[in-house]
């Protein structure tokens, strides 16, 4: 079945065509997320939210990228929408323990465990995943999707809807940032 086909009939409220779209696209949808927010159950938290926003507004897609250019674009969406909502979250939490009310710590800490981190390689990815949840979120965004989901400065532009220069100029400032935000945790 072509893009197309599966689009037509995800427009006619097959369930079928809905089950090959989660089949096929569902690590991808997945691993971007993690790849964002950092958090297994998060991840899939947002996974399934990409997965009923893309059912809810398929009447909507113009067909004018490939699936996963679309599917990438709900996922980075759904993902920062939660860290966003986190952060706020925090920042309310923070304010009610400077007044007195409660004295959780709200913070929790990432979880690493991105299916393409090796075993033996998790504890500088940890460190490594803790420096890029430092990123402004544009330069987060563009390192995850090329470093971490391996798609290309084009496709990663397509994506974040922005052009090729740009992408290439958050990922300068990402590793520029990376880079220093590693050396100032050895020293």
């Known amino acids: 079945m072509d893009e197309l086909e599966l689009i037509q009939q995800l427009r006619e409220s097959d369930q079928a065509a809905f089950k090959t779209l989660v089949e096929t696209y569902q690590d991808l949808v997945y691993n971007t997320?993690?790849?964002?927010?950092q958090n297994a159950q998060d991840a899939?938290?947002?996974?399934q939210d990409t997965f009923i926003k893309v059912f809810r507004s398929v009447q909507s897609f113009k067909g004018?990228?490939?699936?996963?250019?679309?599917?990438?674009?709900?996922?980075?969406?759904?993902?920062l929408d939660l860290l966003r909502s986190r952060k706020s979250k925090k920042r309310f939490g923070f304010l009610q323990r400077l007044f007195g009310e409660g004295n959780e710590p709200i913070h929790e800490a990432p979880d690493f465990h991105h299916p393409g981190v090796a075993l033996d390689q998790k504890e500088?990815?940890?460190r490594l995943f803790k420096a890029i949840d430092l990123l402004p979120e544009n330069q987060k965004v563009a390192f995850s999707l090329n470093k971490l989901e391996e798609l290309s400065y084009q496709e990663v532009s397509e994506v974040m809807?922005?052009?090729?220069?740009?992408?290439?100029s958050l990922m300068h400032r990402a590793?520029?940032?990376?880079?220093?935000?590693?050396e100032k945790e050895e020293g």
């Open 44 to 47: 899939e938290d947002v996974a």
């Open 64 to 79: 004018e990228s490939k699936i996963s250019t679309w599917l990438y674009r709900i996922t980075v969406s759904t993902a």
């Open 33 to 37: 997320a993690l790849g964002i927010v």
């Open 175 to 182: 590793k520029q940032n990376l880079k220093k935000i590693l």
């Open 124 to 126: 500088n990815a940890a």
């Open 161 to 168: 809807n922005i052009s090729v220069s740009a992408v290439e």
